[in-house]
């Protein structure tokens, strides 16, 4: 059975009194104990979807819409703000990308590991920085008890990773939601991370959204994948199922992006193109105009379809 249950989740921006649809009803399950890669590149809306279930939107003129958003039975969609903040932090965890901008810098770190703990569980002052440093020690940061009164800037960029994951586990929330956790960490730390997070999911049962636009990072840690495309899912399927077969010409355009599919010294290949603004979006699929498999119906009618959204999807390439 589904953790999560997402139907048709849309967020909606205004402009100037115009509305643009930036997420366009994305719709997946998640279950306990998964984790579903949600790739795409640049501006596809995959860091908005997430925080349009979170009802988490960086600016007042955007909104959210969806037939659902159910985790453990309860639609999300239909709380007022009271009931969403106390989902937020406990039931649903958020690790930022870019944690130095996420990071409170004229707080300690256990202050704002803690400050969610005595939120969201009633713990005391006290009881609060315990568990503030027992969460420190899971996730690896050295000596748990001395870096705890350290502000951000004491710590390396993969150990204030690691204080992020840390702020958002305090809880113990059944979801992560986790946004690039990777970027702009070397490789070594890189690993580390991922390492972390599959060791945290097997630990605490925990389910996992990762975002990321790296299929490396994807082939290591995730289950399933959902790939979007301009505000819209374009394939959804399991890991092993989609990276060997992709359907939709833009995952298999993604695919054979990667180094590894490139020979030599031959340049790397690349999607002809550019994604289309959301606000002048191409008639019919909004990859056709990159797509060499594009056909006369796919100028005139967006494809649907719950696994793949394309009028000619692909065969079996193995």
Same mark, same amino acid.
């Not at 997420?23 to 795409?40: C, H, K, P, Q, T």
């Not at 009802?55 to 239909?78: C, E, F, H, I």
């Not at 979801?175 to 990777?182: F, G, M, N, R």
């Not at 389910?207 to 505000?231: E, F, K, N, P, R």
């Given at each position: 059975?589904?953790?999560?249950?997402v139907?048709?989740?849309?967020?909606?921006?205004?402009?100037?009194?115009?509305?643009?649809?930036?997420?366009?009803?994305?719709?997946?399950?998640?279950?306990?104990?998964?984790?579903?890669?949600?790739?795409?590149?640049?501006?596809?809306?995959?860091?908005?979807?997430c925080?349009?279930?979170?009802?988490?939107?960086?600016?007042?003129?955007?909104?959210?819409?969806?037939?659902?958003?159910? =985790?453990?039975?309860?639609?999300?969609?239909?709380?007022?703000? @009271?009931? $969403?903040? %106390?989902? +937020?932090?406990?039931?649903? &965890?958020?690790?930022?990308?870019?944690?130095?901008?996420?990071?409170?810098?004229?707080?300690?770190?256990?202050e704002?590991?803690?400050?969610?703990?005595?939120?969201?569980?009633?713990?005391?002052?006290?009881?609060?920085?315990?568990?503030?440093?027992?969460?420190?020690?899971?996730?690896?940061?050295p000596?748990?008890?001395?870096?705890?009164?350290?502000?951000p800037h004491?710590?390396?960029?993969?150990?204030?990773?690691?204080?992020?994951?840390?702020?958002?586990?305090?809880?113990?929330?059944?979801?992560?939601?986790?946004?690039?956790?990777?970027t702009?960490?070397?490789?070594?730390?890189?690993a580390?991370?991922?390492?972390?997070?599959?060791?945290?999911?097997?630990?605490?049962?925990?389910?996992?959204?990762?975002?990321?636009?790296? =299929?490396?990072?994807?082939?290591?840690?995730?289950?399933?994948? @959902?790939? $979007?495309y %301009?505000? +819209?899912?374009?394939?959804? &399927?399991?890991?092993?199922?989609?990276?060997?077969?992709p359907?939709?010409?833009?995952?298999?355009?993604?695919?054979?992006?990667?180094?590894?599919?490139?020979?030599?010294?031959?340049?790397l290949?690349?999607i002809?193109?550019?994604?289309?603004?959301?606000?002048?979006?191409?008639?019919?699929?909004?990859?056709?105009?990159?797509?060499?498999?594009?056909?006369?119906?796919?100028?005139?009618?967006?494809?649907?379809?719950?696994?793949?959204?394309?009028?000619?999807?692909?065969?079996?390439?193995?």
């Amino acid at each position: 059975m589904s953790l999560l249950q997402v139907r048709d989740l849309s967020v909606i921006a205004n402009n100037a009194g115009r509305d643009v649809t930036l997420v366009d009803r994305v719709s997946f399950d998640l279950a306990e104990g998964e984790i579903l890669g949600l790739v795409g590149e640049s501006g596809s809306g995959k860091t908005l979807a997430c925080r349009g279930l979170m009802r988490l939107l960086p600016s007042p003129n955007l909104r959210v819409q969806g037939a659902a958003v159910r =985790l453990a039975g309860q639609d999300l969609l239909t709380l007022d703000e @009271a009931g $969403m903040r %106390a989902v +937020r932090g406990g039931q649903l &965890g958020m690790i930022f990308q870019n944690p130095s901008s996420h990071l409170d810098p004229l707080m300690r770190i256990g202050e704002q590991i803690a400050e969610g703990i005595r939120l969201h569980q009633g713990a005391s002052k006290k009881d609060a920085r315990l568990q503030a440093i027992d969460v420190l020690r899971q996730v690896g940061i050295p000596d748990p008890k001395a870096r705890v009164d350290n502000y951000p800037h004491e710590f390396s960029g993969g150990m204030r990773q690691r204080a992020m994951i840390a702020v958002a586990l305090g809880c113990n929330p059944e979801v992560l939601i986790a946004d690039e956790p990777t970027t702009a960490l070397d490789v070594t730390v890189q690993a580390q991370i991922l390492r972390l997070l599959l060791e945290l999911r097997d630990q605490r049962g925990l389910s996992i959204i990762m975002i990321t636009h790296d =299929l490396g990072v994807v082939a290591q840690t995730c289950d399933s994948i @959902a790939v $979007m495309y %301009a505000g +819209r899912l374009c394939e959804h &399927g399991s890991k092993y199922e989609l990276l060997a077969n992709p359907q939709h010409p833009y995952t298999a355009g993604l695919i054979d992006c990667q180094p590894a599919h490139s020979s030599g010294h031959a340049l790397l290949r690349t999607i002809p193109g550019q994604p289309p603004l959301l606000d002048a979006l191409p008639q019919g699929c909004r990859f056709n105009p990159r797509c060499a498999q594009a056909g006369a119906l796919c100028t005139q009618l967006l494809p649907q379809g719950a696994r793949v959204a394309c009028h000619y999807p692909l065969g079996d390439r193995s």
